[in-house]
């Protein structure tokens, strides 16, 4: 199975962006949100698994949702209240994780 990430673009501080990621060559149970800042490691900042439930990284709780289209085989991040420190390219993955796709760049203007 791989996915791609969309949906990245530039926005002001304080707005919002929804990510998508479009699953191909299979279906997909638990699924990761990561991103990559500049000149940072990538990190782990959301997880989805097959029934629905969720975990978020605590710096993004409250801001970020994750949620799932089963039937488009398709997960989405939604990014609210977005800040300069979440500039960063997104990526999305299968756990454990496969192949990385290209991710999405997602640029916060303050």
């Known amino acids: 199975v791989q996915l791609q990430a969309s949906g990245g673009g530039l926005v002001q501080a304080g707005g919002s962006l929804r990510l998508s990621c479009v699953a191909s060559?299979?279906?997909?149970?638990?699924v990761d949100w990561y991103r990559q800042a500049p000149r940072e490691q990538r990190e782990w900042i959301a997880r989805?698994?097959?029934?629905?439930?969720?975990e978020y990284r605590d710096f993004v709780k409250g801001r970020f949702t994750i949620s799932r289209d089963s039937a488009k085989n398709a997960v989405y991040l939604q990014m609210n209240g977005l800040q300069s420190e979440d500039t960063g390219v997104y990526y999305c993955?299968?756990?454990?994780?496969?192949?990385w796709g290209q991710g999405t760049l997602v640029t916060v203007s303050s």
């Open positions: 993955n299968t756990q454990p994780p496969s192949s």
């Open positions: 060559g299979g279906m997909f149970n638990t």
């Open positions: 989805i698994f097959r029934d629905g439930s969720t």
